[in-house]
């Protein structure tokens, strides 16, 4: 598990070091604490928005923009029993360096 300590560091570091935006940092911050102390999480950009208090646009915005800072990959996931059925897409998060 993540402290509040140790988040806010990784937060704040990642912050400064990308120059990120206001709301790449909301995203950010949702999607680390959403991990919960691992490098992957898969909430639904409706998730993300409600907990960001910002639109699905919005936040779909931010993902493409920390995918292209590096920041992290996000990977299309499918229900098994469903064929052609979309999950909630993975997202593994580059914490530190």
């Known amino acids: 598990m993540l402290d509040k300590d140790r988040a806010i560091e990784i937060i704040d570091t990642t912050r400064r070091?990308?120059?990120?935006k206001p709301h790449e940092v909301r995203v950010y911050a949702v999607l680390l604490l959403a991990a919960n102390g691992t490098r992957e999480c898969s909430p639904t950009v409706g998730e993300i928005a409600e907990l960001?208090?910002?639109?699905?646009?919005s936040v779909r915005r931010a993902i493409?923009?920390?995918?292209?800072?590096g920041l992290l990959i996000r990977?299309?996931?499918?229900?098994?029993?469903?064929?052609?059925?979309?999950?909630?897409n993975k997202y593994i998060l580059r914490i530190g360096g």
Do not use: F, I, M, W
């Open 17 to 20: 070091q990308y120059e990120l």
């Open 52 to 57: 960001c208090e910002r639109s699905r646009t």
């Open 64 to 69: 493409r923009s920390l995918e292209d800072k």
């Open 75 to 88: 990977e299309t996931q499918y229900y098994e029993d469903e064929e052609n059925a979309r999950a909630p």
